[in-house]
């Protein structure tokens, strides 16, 4: 693991493997470390580049909200890319990690070869309700601030979203937990305000900009999936794969299925995979 500067700010990043580069884009309260039960498979065929987002694991933590923007992550992963592969990259992101892989491609095409989103999102279309969210993120933030990290963790744990990880077995569930707690309260509060779906712009509107190869991935049991096949459907050739009875996470639900859709995806022949 190293510490890179992108955009004046230290970036935790660890890189392993062989083969084509690999961009590993976590979620909300996880780590680059999240993908650690997929990497044996994953380097195998590809040079992992697994990054901590800003306010996760030891990443910098700024003080201005407005610097975790997606925009702004979006741009210092581009910076990343350059600093360590030095040409495109395939990049794989989840959730929130998923936002910022799709404003990085739109940003900067030439940076991504391939892309693939788990249980990605576009924004929030209407300004009412980015409003709401962002209301309702200012308070999850400062009770975050108040409470501590433990309380807010438990209260993450217990969102309706993740209610199919009941299903999960009790070690995985476990080791979810102890990852969320090995965060900074002050980089999620910042997370939070600064790059939640109602501070973020939509790009519903700049999805046919995506001309590489999309790979999309779902749980047919996601609150949210509406989201990710609005993206589906926004790319043009994009592939949607619906993997049952995962939720939210089927890299963490049903990690045998999801890299049974990604790992073909990402070792397919450039030709095999063109538009």
């Known amino acids: 693991m190293s510490r890179l500067l992108a955009g004046g700010l230290r970036y935790e990043v660890g890189v392993g493997g062989s083969g084509p580069p690999l961009l590993l884009v976590h979620g909300f309260t996880g780590r680059g470390a999240s993908w650690a039960p997929h990497l044996g498979y994953l380097r195998r065929v590809a040079t992992t580049i697994q990054v901590d987002l800003l306010g996760h694991g030891r990443s910098d933590c700024p003080a201005d909200a407005a610097r975790y923007a997606v925009e702004r992550q979006a741009a210092d992963m581009g910076e990343i890319i350059r600093q ?54 200012e308070v999850l933030a400062s009770e975050l601030e108040r409470g501590g990290l433990s309380e807010f963790v438990a209260r993450w744990d217990s969102l309706p979203l ?41 790009m519903y509107d700049r999805l046919h900009l995506v001309a590489v190869p999309t790979l999309v991935v779902c749980g047919a049991l996601d609150p949210a999936r509406a989201r990710g096949e609005s993206v589906a459907s926004g790319i043009a050739g994009s592939t949607l794969e619906l993997v049952d009875g ?16 990604v790992l073909p995806f990402i070792t397919a022949p450039d030709r095999a995979r063109s538009k």
């Open 84 to 137: 360590v592969a030095g040409g495109p990259v395939d990049v794989l992101g989840y959730s929130f990690g998923a936002r910022i892989a799709l404003a990085l491609v739109i940003r900067d095409p030439s940076a991504v070869r391939r892309l693939i989103l788990e249980s990605p999102s576009a924004g929030i279309a209407g300004a009412d309700e980015r409003a709401a969210r962002r209301a309702a993120d």
């Open 162 to 202: 993740f209610a199919t990880h009941s299903a999960m077995p009790e070690a995985r569930r476990r080791r979810l937990h102890t990852e969320r707690l090995r965060n900074n309260t002050a980089g999620l509060a910042g997370s939070l305000r600064g790059a939640g779906q109602g501070a973020m712009t939509p």
């Open 246 to 261: 995962a939720g939210h996470t089927p890299h963490l639900e049903a990690p045998a299925a999801f890299r049974a859709a």
